[in-house]
Antibody, heavy 129, light 109 residues
């Protein structure tokens, strides 16, 4: 059974950089997509992007493309979410989650959509001057 | 803004049946998954695919879909079912690999 263990809460100043982590255990980390979900205070879930640790293929939500970097180190079963310059609006809870693909064939093309079956407990990021 | 639309709040009497809906063109092509989130906790998958429950999820939770609307039904709601519920799927235009609905706050009276 896979578990995702996230790094601890962070308090940062605007303009600082930050990397938070999500370590997988119990199952083959490299065989699953791992993604990140943001939840701002009192708000809903927002999907940020995913990575396949086996080959580091990464996909981003257009809303977060260029704002964050998702990476992974398969040798230590860990995925990362990085900001190069934080803003106050980055204050939120960040969850990592295992993404399981479901395939749908339409004509000659295969499409994938995902559900998230294992979640980390979240990492709180507070950005304040 | 989300292209999956959920009612912000729904209430149900204890032991009664409640349906939480999620509207979006994507459901003509893809199924919804549903997540339960209680205060201070991470989301928990309750339904995935057409109507599949992960291990440990009570069978009072079920999923269905018709046209552009996906539904999560709780048959015989319990006090512990009071939570926020989110739907998710893929966006219909292909620009967003994963999208969430805005969430529904379920109150069990």
């Amino acid at each position: 059974e896979v578990q995702l263990v996230q790094s601890g809460a962070e308090v940062k100043k605007p303009g600082e950089s930050l990397r938070i982590s999500c370590k997988g255990s119990g199952d083959s980390f490299t065989n699953y997509w791992i993604g990140w979900v943001r939840q701002m205070p009192g708000k809903g879930l927002e999907w940020m992007g995913i990575i396949y640790p086996g080959d580091s293929e990464t996909r981003y939500s257009p809303a977060f493309q260029g704002q964050v970097t998702i990476s992974a180190d398969k040798s230590i079963s860990t995925a990362y979410l990085r900001w190069s310059s934080l803003r106050a609006s980055d204050t939120a809870m960040y969850y990592c989650a295992r993404h399981v693909p479901i395939s749908v064939v339409r004509g000659l093309k295969t499409y994938f959509y995902y559900y998230m079956d294992v979640w980390g407990i979240g990492t709180t990021v507070t950005v304040s001057s | 803004s989300s292209e999956l639309t959920q009612d912000p709040a729904v209430s149900v009497a204890l032991g009664q049946t409640v349906r939480i809906t999620c509207q979006g063109d994507t459901f003509r092509s893809y199924s919804a998954s549903w997540y339960q989130q209680k205060p201070g906790q991470a989301p928990l998958l309750v339904i995935y695919g057409k109507n599949n429950r992960p291990p440990g999820i009570p069978d009072r939770f079920s999923g269905s879909s018709s046209g552009n609307t996906a539904s999560l039904t709780i048959t015989g709601a319990q006090a512990e079912d009071e939570a926020d519920y989110y739907c998710n799927s893929r966006d219909s235009t292909g620009d967003h690999l994963v999208v969430f609905g805005g969430g529904t706050k379920l109150t069990v009276l």
